[in-house]
């Protein structure tokens, strides 16, 4: 793997950890309970994004096995575009702050356009295109992922 891919690599758990600390201190599970009206607890919001970290280290370890399986990290940089695009419409469609809209804005839609941006370059157009397909997909279930969490940790 290039030097400039494994760096950025890197940069996503790092920058996950900020984005869910803000979402945590900025009250996401409160509006998350809002939203779904399912109460969704910090142990719940925790425990979920713990999982989700932890799918992330696995995905990023499997990246550096070899070159041609690099493409989940276009898979995760789609994820986090359309997580930053959600923060960033929500907060300007409710004119409030949104937990973690802020470390979307200045880390994740960052880290996430370069990723792409340096994977078409260097990435066979079939790979990239399967990462970005999985990661809209993807993005699609992380919202679940939370809800099962809530409801198994006594929400609902």
């Known amino acids: 793997m290039k030097f400039k891919r494994k760096l950025l690599a890197y940069l996503f758990p790092l920058s996950y950890l900020v ?3 803000e979402e945590f201190y900025g009250g996401f599970p409160a509006l998350a309970s809002r939203a779904t009206g399912i ?3 910090g142990q719940a919001f925790l425990m979920a994004n713990a999982f989700m970290l932890l799918l992330m280290l696995l995905v990023l370890r499997l990246c550096f096995t070899r070159a041609e399986r690099a493409w989940p990290l276009v898979t995760l940089a789609t994820i986090i575009i359309i997580n930053s695009l959600l923060h960033l419409a929500t907060t ?3 004119a409030i702050y949104v937990g973690g809209v802020i470390s979307a804005l200045l880390l994740w839609l960052p880290l996430g356009l370069t990723v792409v941006w340096v994977e078409f370059r260097i990435m066979p157009k079939p790979l990239f295109y399967r990462g970005i397909t999985l990661g809209v997909a993807a993005h699609c279930f992380i919202p679940l992922l939370l ?4 409801i198994t940790l006594g929400g609902g």
């Open 39 to 41: 109460a969704v607890s």
């Open 147 to 150: 809800i099962v969490f809530a």
């Open 19 to 21: 984005h869910i600390a």
């Open 92 to 94: 300007l469609y409710f």
